[in-house]
């Protein structure tokens, strides 16, 4: 059989790290139809735009997009060179399907998360409904044996998802609408996978679930929960380094605490979101715990592993957030001490129990909030990087830099680090004595007397 012609396939992912991930599947999932990947959108075939729900400027930039998408469309077919197709994937397609295609006919197609598999066909039946043929050459089979079929560019870090969706109904969050309930994938299949991934170079894998550390629970094959699986994870030779994201306080129990402590792959870096600082406000959010169990759990887990750079999302002006309720968000903040963070200006998402809550805060007031929440975590975060200057870190070098000779790699603690050395380095480990440190990443220098025997 003669391979199918190459279609040009783009496809933009908008959101969280498993809406990345979800957008390499799908192209993996589309590449046996004969799309290949392209690094934009003029003049695709197909181009994807997997949408993320979580806050409305967010959601709102994918129907700006799809104005753009008919432009191009039609530049396309004037230059005679046949029909764009235009899907739209991800939250917003799930949470809002009927509305896109109402405000936005030059979409093909809507497909929720959890119906990518479908993909092939989807769109070999919506390019029929259109009298074209988007989908030459499909054959079904194809698409079911897909399963864990790794990505063919390697990477040295890649995603793998063990958990999607999420049970916990936060009174601000979409995502409980748009991914579903908490489901585990086996381990068996996600050994399988990671074991793939090794096989073409990754070396460090960063395992993605909404809750990933409620990975396990009452799905068959997932027993032990997310602890088991990082242990079962690190026997695979050759997988130097393993991160999880994103956690939630409630599921931090003793055994994953205890891997932090005795798998020297798993990384000392843990993003784990409070949201607020305000017990007040942490009870309105359903984030069913208090400051008081969160602060006790940091400790706890800084016991087992001292060095561990903590990561948090917050949200300012929920509902009801008072300016006290906001100083005792700051002076967690203070005594936790983050690596880094990422803060919100609490979106009020149609749906959720928080939309309807009385006492919205004015936008102007979310501003100044933001801003000095902001500048709080920026002064941290130079703080945490001016820490490892004089230090020698363990780097994973990824690929090379964007100057001559530079490559550029991680840190344990998940910080950029650029040295001047050989790119037979990429996807090995080795020291770096770091010189200088900027508020997004360190410099440093390759410690000589160690690189002979890490390119030995
Ligand atoms: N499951 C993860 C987070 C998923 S969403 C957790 O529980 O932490 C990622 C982040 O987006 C959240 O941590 C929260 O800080 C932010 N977020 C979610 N909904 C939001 C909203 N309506 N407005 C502003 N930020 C929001
Ligand atoms: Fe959203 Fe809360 Fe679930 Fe995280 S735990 S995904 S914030 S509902
Ligand atoms: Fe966005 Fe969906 Fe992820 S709403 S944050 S893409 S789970």
């Known amino acids: ?73 039609a530049e396309k077919a ?91 109904f936060c009174t601000f969050c979409v995502v409980p609408y748009t991914r579903g309930g908490e489901y585990s994938r086996p381990a ?19 395992l993605l679930g909404q809750n990933v550390n409620a990975y396990g629970g009452k799905d068959e094959g997932s027993s032990g929960g997310l602890a088991a699986l990082v242990r079962r994870l690190a026997r695979i030779e050759g997988l130097e380094r393993i991160r999880y994201t994103t956690s939630h306080p409630r599921e ?35 984030r069913g715990h208090t400051i008081e169990d ?26 009801g957030e008072t300016d006290a309720d906001f100083e005792a968000t700051l002076s967690l903040m203070r005594d936790v001490g983050y690596a880094s963070a990422f803060a919100f200006k609490y979106s009020r998402r149609p749906g959720t129990p928080a939309a309807s809550m009385a006492g919205q805060v004015d936008e102007s007031v979310k501003e100044q ?12 975060q130079r703080a945490f990087n001016a820490a490892q200057v004089g230090r020698t870190v363990d780097v994973l070098f990824e690929r090379p830099g964007r100057h001559e000779g530079q490559i550029l790699g991680r840190s344990p603690f998940l910080q950029a680090v650029h040295v001047q050395g050989p790119q037979t380095l990429i996807g090995q480990v080795a020291p770096v004595k770091i010189g200088a440190a900027a508020m997004n990443s360190l410099t ?11 390119l030995a």
């Open 369 to 380: 909030r933001l801003a000095r929440l902001l500048e709080l975590l920026e002064q941290q």
């Open 78 to 168: 004037e230059a005679g060179q046949g029909r764009m197709g235009v899907v739209v994937a991800g939250c917003v397609a799930q949470a809002e399907g009927e509305e896109i295609i109402r405000r936005a006919p030059v979409v093909d197609l809507v497909v929720g998360p959890q119906a990518y598999h479908k993909l092939p066909e989807l769109i070999a039946r919506a390019s029929r409904q259109m009298g074209e043929r988007l989908a030459a050459d499909f054959t079904p089979e194809e698409k079911f044996d897909a399963l864990p079929k790794a990505r063919e560019a390697g990477g040295v870090s890649a995603f793998l998802t063990v958990q999607e969706g999420c049970d916990k």
């Open 294 to 319: 969160y602060r006790k759990l940091i400790d706890k887990i800084r016991a087992a592993r001292s060095d561990i750079a903590l990561s948090c999302d917050f949200i300012v002006g929920f509902p």
């Open 444 to 454: 440093g220098e390759l410690v000589a007397s160690e690189l002979a025997r890490v």
């Open 252 to 286: 931090m129990d003793e055994a994953l605490i205890a891997a932090h402590a005795e798998v020297p792959q798993l990384m000392p870096y843990l993003h784990l979101p409070v949201q607020s600082g305000s017990d007040r406000i942490l009870r309105a959010m359903n």
């Open 1 to 73: 059989m003669s391979d199918p012609p190459a279609k040009r396939l783009f496809i933009k992912s908008y959101g969280c790290q498993m809406n990345v991930y979800d957008s390499e599947r799908m192209a993996e999932v589309l590449r046996p139809l004969g799309y290949a990947l392209t690094d934009r959108p003029e003049g695709a075939d197909l181009v994807v735009l997997n949408t993320c729900h979580i806050r409305e400027k967010a959601a709102e930039k994918v129907y700006s997009e799809l104005g753009r998408l008919k432009e191009m469309r």
């Open 188 to 206: 068996d299949a996600i050994e399988a996978e990671a074991r793939g991934l090794v096989a073409q170079g990754v070396r460090e894998l960063t």
